[in-house]
């Protein structure tokens, strides 16, 4: 089973559509194609760099793919109800056991409220999920001055996740417009997200960084 092969899969791809609309009935940012197909490519790139066989990087990006399944059940405990749909699907399609074990662990493990890094999937996967920062995933533009989570994503004009060659540490770079969201907004509602970043990198031998407006701030 290979990461194509899910993307490809139009019972997924129905699954994560339908998810998104109830995210964009709620209010919330895009979580749908783009965002979970730059979560499985980070991830991806965050294992290859590092060095991790293909197979361990394949497994990474479709727990990307398939990290926000959850949502078309319940934005409230969404990493573990994905984690059982994930689960479901991976088994109907024959996937090895010990490959879906690691998916569905990542996946369960993803959102900050309960996740933890248990291996190097997950916290890939976390890193991949916490660093997608960007004005494209709002959808209420209108509304940037109203609601924190909308305006600090808009002020975001660019941001990078990056490795160093030496491979001590990664760095979440941003471009942040101060005119539509402050820096200490950013703190308050993404503190909980970066503190699990840290803890992502340190579980696969890095340092995390952030960078907002070149200044270095954990």
Same mark, same amino acid.
């Given at each position: ?28 940012? &895009? ?14 790139? *965050? ?109 975001? *004009? ?29 703190? &308050? ?30």
């Amino acid at each position: 089973m290979t990461y194509e092969e899910i993307k490809n899969n139009e019972a997924i791809n129905t699954y994560i559509r339908c998810a998104d609309e109830s995210l964009l009935a709620l209010g919330y940012t &895009e979580h749908s194609f783009a965002h979970v197909t730059s979560v499985a490519e980070t991830a991806g790139y *965050i294992l290859e760099t590092l060095g991790y066989d293909e197979h361990q990087v394949e497994l990474a990006k479709i727990a990307g793919y398939l990290h926000d399944l959850g949502n078309l059940v319940n934005r409230i405990d969404h990493s573990q109800s994905g984690a059982v749909m994930a689960f479901r699907i991976l088994d109907k399609l024959n996937m090895p056991p010990q490959d879906i074990a690691t998916i569905v662990t990542a996946i369960g493990n993803h959102d900050e409220g309960t996740g933890v890094p248990v291996n190097a999937v997950s916290a890939a996967l976390i890193l991949a999920d916490k660093s997608d920062v960007r004005r494209s995933r709002v959808r209420n533009v209108e509304d940037t001055k109203i609601d924190i989570h909308d305006r600090v994503n808009y002020s975001v *004009i660019k941001s990078r996740l990056k490795i160093n060659e030496e491979h001590t540490l990664i760095k979440l770079k941003l471009s942040v417009d101060t005119r539509y969201g402050s820096v200490m907004d950013y703190f &308050e509602i993404f503190l909980g997200r970066m503190i699990m970043c840290r803890k992502a990198a340190e579980k696969l031998g890095l340092d995390f960084k952030l960078i907002i407006n070149e200044q270095q701030l954990i």
